[in-house]
Nanobody
Protein backbone atom coordinates (compact mmCIF):
# COMPACT_ATOMS: atom_id res chain seq x y z
CA UNK A 1 0.00 0.00 0.00
CA UNK A 2 1.40 3.34 -1.07
CA UNK A 3 1.38 6.12 1.47
CA UNK A 4 2.57 9.71 1.22
CA UNK A 5 2.41 11.43 4.58
CA UNK A 6 2.94 15.17 4.71
CA UNK A 7 3.92 17.18 7.74
CA UNK A 8 5.25 20.61 8.59
CA UNK A 9 2.33 22.80 7.66
CA UNK A 10 0.99 25.44 9.98
CA UNK A 11 0.50 29.13 10.62
CA UNK A 12 3.30 31.60 10.01
CA UNK A 13 3.59 35.35 9.59
CA UNK A 14 4.38 36.89 6.25
CA UNK A 15 8.12 36.78 5.63
CA UNK A 16 8.51 33.66 7.70
CA UNK A 17 9.55 30.14 6.79
CA UNK A 18 8.19 26.63 6.93
CA UNK A 19 9.58 23.29 5.86
CA UNK A 20 7.20 20.66 4.57
CA UNK A 21 8.14 17.00 4.64
CA UNK A 22 6.61 14.05 2.81
CA UNK A 23 7.50 10.54 3.89
CA UNK A 24 6.78 7.87 1.29
CA UNK A 25 6.23 4.17 1.78
CA UNK A 26 5.16 1.34 -0.49
CA UNK A 27 7.10 2.64 -3.50
CA UNK A 28 10.66 2.49 -4.75
CA UNK A 29 11.20 6.08 -3.76
CA UNK A 30 14.47 6.69 -5.59
CA UNK A 31 13.00 6.10 -9.06
CA UNK A 32 9.98 8.36 -8.61
CA UNK A 33 9.67 12.01 -9.54
CA UNK A 34 8.46 13.78 -6.42
CA UNK A 35 6.55 17.00 -6.32
CA UNK A 36 4.60 19.47 -4.27
CA UNK A 37 1.33 20.89 -5.52
CA UNK A 38 -1.12 23.32 -4.00
CA UNK A 39 -4.79 24.00 -4.48
CA UNK A 40 -6.69 27.04 -3.36
CA UNK A 41 -10.48 26.84 -2.96
CA UNK A 42 -12.20 27.02 -6.32
CA UNK A 43 -8.97 26.76 -8.25
CA UNK A 44 -7.13 23.98 -10.03
CA UNK A 45 -4.32 22.17 -8.33
CA UNK A 46 -1.02 23.66 -9.47
CA UNK A 47 2.56 22.49 -9.44
CA UNK A 48 4.73 24.25 -6.89
CA UNK A 49 7.97 22.31 -7.36
CA UNK A 50 9.20 18.94 -8.52
CA UNK A 51 12.40 16.94 -8.34
CA UNK A 52 13.27 14.08 -10.61
CA UNK A 53 14.95 10.84 -9.66
CA UNK A 54 18.18 12.37 -10.92
CA UNK A 55 17.78 15.51 -8.85
CA UNK A 56 16.61 17.94 -11.54
CA UNK A 57 14.25 20.53 -10.13
CA UNK A 58 11.42 22.58 -11.53
CA UNK A 59 9.57 25.47 -9.87
CA UNK A 60 6.49 27.55 -10.47
CA UNK A 61 7.42 31.12 -11.35
CA UNK A 62 5.58 32.37 -8.28
CA UNK A 63 7.92 30.53 -5.89
CA UNK A 64 11.26 30.71 -7.67
CA UNK A 65 13.94 32.10 -5.38
CA UNK A 66 11.80 31.52 -2.28
CA UNK A 67 11.10 27.77 -2.20
CA UNK A 68 13.55 24.88 -2.45
CA UNK A 69 12.65 21.26 -3.06
CA UNK A 70 15.02 18.48 -2.03
CA UNK A 71 14.93 14.74 -1.47
CA UNK A 72 16.62 12.23 0.78
CA UNK A 73 16.43 8.82 -0.86
CA UNK A 74 17.83 7.13 2.24
CA UNK A 75 14.85 8.42 4.23
CA UNK A 76 12.27 8.12 1.42
CA UNK A 77 11.41 11.74 2.08
CA UNK A 78 10.96 14.86 -0.01
CA UNK A 79 11.12 18.34 1.47
CA UNK A 80 9.89 21.77 0.53
CA UNK A 81 11.71 24.63 2.23
CA UNK A 82 9.53 27.71 1.98
CA UNK A 83 11.08 31.08 2.77
CA UNK A 84 9.79 34.63 2.46
CA UNK A 85 6.24 33.35 2.68
CA UNK A 86 3.43 35.56 1.44
CA UNK A 87 -0.29 35.56 2.30
CA UNK A 88 -1.00 34.35 -1.24
CA UNK A 89 0.93 31.15 -0.44
CA UNK A 90 -1.90 30.22 1.92
CA UNK A 91 -3.57 26.99 0.82
CA UNK A 92 -3.35 23.21 1.11
CA UNK A 93 -0.11 21.65 -0.12
CA UNK A 94 -0.06 18.12 -1.51
CA UNK A 95 2.82 15.72 -1.95
CA UNK A 96 2.92 13.86 -5.27
CA UNK A 97 4.85 10.85 -6.54
CA UNK A 98 5.05 9.87 -10.20
CA UNK A 99 6.48 6.57 -11.36
CA UNK A 100 8.75 6.36 -14.40
CA UNK A 101 6.83 7.15 -17.59
CA UNK A 102 4.12 8.54 -15.26
CA UNK A 103 2.30 5.23 -15.28
CA UNK A 104 1.33 5.62 -11.63
CA UNK A 105 0.60 8.82 -9.73
CA UNK A 106 0.14 9.01 -5.99
CA UNK A 107 -1.04 11.80 -3.71
CA UNK A 108 -0.74 12.63 -0.07
CA UNK A 109 -3.63 13.84 2.05
CA UNK A 110 -2.46 17.46 2.08
CA UNK A 111 -1.18 19.84 4.71
CA UNK A 112 -2.50 23.33 5.38
CA UNK A 113 -0.18 26.32 5.14
CA UNK A 114 -1.52 29.63 6.39
CA UNK A 115 0.45 32.86 6.06
CA UNK A 116 -0.88 35.83 7.99
CA UNK A 117 -0.27 39.40 6.89
Amino acid sequence: QVQLVESGGGLVQAGGSLRLSCAASGIIFSIHTMGWYRQAPGKQRELVASISSGGSTNYADSVKGRFTISRDNAKNTVYLQMNSLKPEDTTVYYCNAQSPAFIYVYWGQGTQVTVSS
